[in-house]
């Protein structure tokens, strides 16, 4: 029977069982279908209370995309105005919600990263 996962002990054996499964051809609604699915859920849960990953700071972000993309910030200056992405990156002014629009659209950011407190 499944339980919740509470210790790392717990973890590593979920782990090796979701290998072990993995490896597997497993049929589509089937029991081991089934275990699957829910150790995995029983994993991330762990994972996300144990091992929680903070989103990473809006403006971090918007530079690694842009490096990721290979362009420019002047890419950015191009969708907000220069003055306005001089004034963001800088701390002066904050991101406002159509430019956070812009920008999750544009560079495929998710919104909830950039309307973060920073």
Do not use: C, W
């Not at 849960?45 to 971090?60: F, H, L, M, R, T």
């Amino acid at each position: 029977m499944l339980k919740p996962i509470k210790t790392e002990e717990q973890y590593e054996i979920s782990l090796e069982r979701v290998f072990e499964l993995m490896q597997k051809d497993i049929k589509p609604n089937s029991i081991q279908s089934d275990e699957l699915e829910i150790l995995s859920i029983l994993i991330k849960n762990y994972e996300d209370e144990k091992y929680p990953i903070e989103k990473p700071n809006p403006i971090e972000a918007i530079k690694f995309r842009l490096d990721q993309m290979g362009v420019k910030e002047s890419y950015l200056s191009k969708l907000i105005g220069s003055s306005r992405k001089t004034e963001i990156f800088s701390g002066v002014r904050k991101l406002n919600l159509p430019q956070i629009r812009m920008i999750s659209k544009e560079l495929h950011i998710s919104a909830d990263v950039l309307v973060q407190e920073y």
